[in-house]
């Protein structure tokens, strides 16, 4: 896979495909460009089965600390009705399904910070595993906005429950990697040097796993999934987050 990518690093390592959030000047800032480019990363490999394990990680001290919020008053200046917001929010809806469909297994390399749409990236991967120097965090409601991202809040009420979300959202705590293990928002925990060691512990049995056998497999985990829920409102987050975004940019200006 050859691509000019800016916001992403991206290498093919036969059947593994290593993306790695590269903007650490940002925090990896969960940015419209970088948006763009893992949607042209994930439909790449859509179009190829030779990929079996896709490996997602963040360069610098932090996974991701969230979305990039600079982008919303440029968007706004741009399209005062929020139709540049509406195709932001859509945007990431499209990349965390794309996430969770992928035929590749995907695994979340998580260390240092892991928050908001960073921590909306790493839940839509299958397999989590982080440094025990995670912080994570939910902050949208201490920043005013609903957590109407990518269609994050269905996917952590399916893999943590939906008391624990409630508190998680409510208090906008952060919590550690410890936590996050007892929440099932991290698989594994392990010391940061040994990141690597247990990402390769994963992905070699999976590379001998029938290609097909684990496509299946994969596809019957997100249909059973989804069959648990009885409506699926993550259609309305573009709306949500764009309404949001711009009654808080107004009110921020009139102060």
């Keep these: 896979m050859v691509e000019d990518f800016k916001a992403l690093h991206v290498i093919a390592e036969g059947p593994v495909l290593k993306v790695r959030l590269n903007s650490p000047e940002t925090g990896n800032a969960v940015s419209g460009p970088l948006l763009d480019e893992l949607l042209a990363v994930l439909d790449a490999v859509h179009g190829d089965p030779a990929v079996r394990v896709l490996i997602l990680s963040g360069a610098g001290d932090d996974f991701s600390l969230g ?12 399209h005062p009705g929020g139709a540049g917001l ?37 839940v839509f991967c299958d397999l989590r595993v982080g440094a025990d120097n995670c912080r994570f965090r939910m902050p949208e409601l201490g920043l005013g906005v609903p957590p109407a991202w990518g269609g994050v809040l269905p996917r952590l009420l399916s893999e943590a429950g939906a008391a624990r979300v409630r508190e998680l959202l409510l208090t906008a705590d952060n919590f550690d990697a410890a936590r996050a293990a007892e929440l099932s928002v991290l698989h594994k925990v392990v010391p940061l040097d040994e990141l690597d060691n247990a990402v390769a ?8 796993r029938s290609p097909a056998a684990l496509r299946t497999t994969k596809a019957m985990l997100n249909a059973y999934a989804g069959a648990g829920r009885l409506a699926d409102a993550t259609f309305f987050d573009a709306e949500l987050l764009t309404a949001a975004v711009a009654a808080s940019e107004a009110a921020r200006e009139r102060r």
């Design 67 to 78: 979305g990039d919020r600079s982008e919303f008053p440029g968007l706004l200046a741009a």
């Design 86 to 122: 509406h195709a932001l929010g859509n945007k990431a809806r499209r990349v965390c399904e794309a996430l969770a469909s992928t035929h590749a297994v995907t695994v979340a390399r998580l260390h240092g910070g892991v928050i908001g749409a960073g921590l909306g990236l790493a």
């Design 201 to 208: 512990r994963w992905t070699k049995p999976l590379l001998r």
